[in-house]
């Protein structure tokens, strides 16, 4: 189309949009699909995102040959787009973020791989937080684009607000006790837990119920009441190790008390996708 030809239809578009009463302005709300780089050497370039950052790549279904795709989860892409053009000259206001919830076991793999990376200010092999704490760190790609690494907007929140999560995590595990919610108590669980319990027979979670079955075997007839004494919660990014008291009273049906027992406890937490979920634990009497 020619330029002028291009002029006439904006003009005749915006015309018939002025004058015409029912018109209305398309509501716009794109959102992010994907980003493109032009690259050098495409199997290099595979190799690096691959091997460094851990993409995996996707069916291309552009079919072009000389187009790569590499998925950035949730339905995003990376295209790598190989090119004899003149090299691409950034620098790093202009980069390519990606997400960890771990940052040090990013730092840690980076330093392995003997991949060079900075903060912001350019300081080689460290990482910094920004102003709202989230951490940060730089590096570059075979064709020297910029990617920035951060630990996410999830993994800064407010540390006391997050140990309040835990333990309304800890108090509904109590619940499920409570209730033989054997179901909803046995999703609090990793599924690669391996417990070793006081039956000293080490399980997984299928077995994560055989001690609350075991122990209302053991008191059939009675009412569990208890008390929790909330100790101290411990946060590493995205573990949490919670250390409490717990009290169990067993109430005979006349009211009177069948047995009490006092248990120091703890937890250990990891925050798998958008949940929380225990990974290990001890109980010990007090």
């Known amino acids: 189309m020619s330029s002028q030809k291009l002029v006439f239809c904006f003009l005749l578009g915006g015309l018939l949009a002025k004058n015409s009463a029912k018109a209305q302005v398309p509501t716009i709300q794109p959102v992010f699909n994907h980003m493109a780089f032009p690259v050098s050497?495409?199997?290099?370039?595979?190799?690096?995102?691959?091997?460094?950052?851990?993409?995996?790549?996707?069916?291309?279904?552009?079919?072009?040959?000389?187009?790569?795709?590499?998925?950035?989860?949730?339905?995003?892409?990376?295209h790598l787009i190989a090119s004899d053009l003149p090299a691409v000259k950034v620098n790093k206001a202009l980069h390519l973020a990606l997400q960890s919830t771990n940052i040090d076991s990013v730092s840690r793999?980076?330093?392995?791989?003997?991949?060079?990376?900075?903060?912001?200010?350019?300081?080689?092999?460290?990482?910094?937080?920004?102003?709202?704490?989230v951490m940060q760190l730089y590096?570059?790609?075979p064709d020297g684009y910029w990617i920035e690494i951060n630990n996410g907007y999830s993994a800064a929140p407010d540390t006391?607000?997050?140990?309040?999560?835990?333990?309304?995590?800890?108090?509904?595990?109590?619940?499920?006790?409570?209730?033989?919610?054997f179901s909803n108590y046995q999703k609090l669980w990793h599924d690669q837990f391996m417990g070793y319990p006081s039956t000293n027979i080490?399980?997984?979670?299928?077995?994560?119920?055989?001690?609350?079955?075991?122990?209302?075997?053991?008191?059939?007839?009675?009412?569990?009441?208890?008390?929790?004494d909330r100790k101290v919660e411990n946060v590493f990014d995205d573990i949490v190790i919670v250390l409490y008291d717990a009290a169990?009273?067993?109430?005979k049906p006349d009211g009177t008390i069948?047995?009490?027992?006092?248990?120091?406890?703890?937890?250990?937490?990891?925050?798998?996708?958008?949940?929380?979920?225990?990974?290990?634990?001890?109980?010990?009497?007090k």
């Open 139 to 141: 590096l570059q790609d």
């Open 258 to 285: 069948a047995s009490h027992s006092n248990a120091k406890l703890t937890h250990t937490w990891m925050k798998t996708g958008n949940r929380w979920l225990i990974i290990g634990g001890i109980g010990a009497v």
């Open 202 to 228: 080490i399980g997984g979670k299928a077995n994560i119920t055989d001690w609350m079955k075991d122990m209302y075997a053991r008191n059939e007839g009675n009412e569990l009441t208890y008390q929790l």
């Open 41 to 78: 050497n495409l199997d290099s370039s595979v190799a690096f995102y691959q091997k460094v950052l851990g993409l995996k790549e996707i069916t291309n279904r552009s079919q072009n040959p000389n187009i790569r795709w590499m998925s950035l989860q949730q339905g995003k892409e990376l």
């Open 160 to 181: 006391q607000a997050l140990k309040d999560e835990i333990w309304k995590l800890e108090e509904a595990y109590w619940v499920y006790v409570k209730n033989k919610d």
């Open 248 to 251: 169990m009273t067993w109430v």
């Open 109 to 133: 793999h980076l330093r392995k791989m003997g991949v060079r990376f900075s903060n912001w200010a350019g300081t080689a092999n460290v990482f910094a937080p920004r102003a709202d704490g």
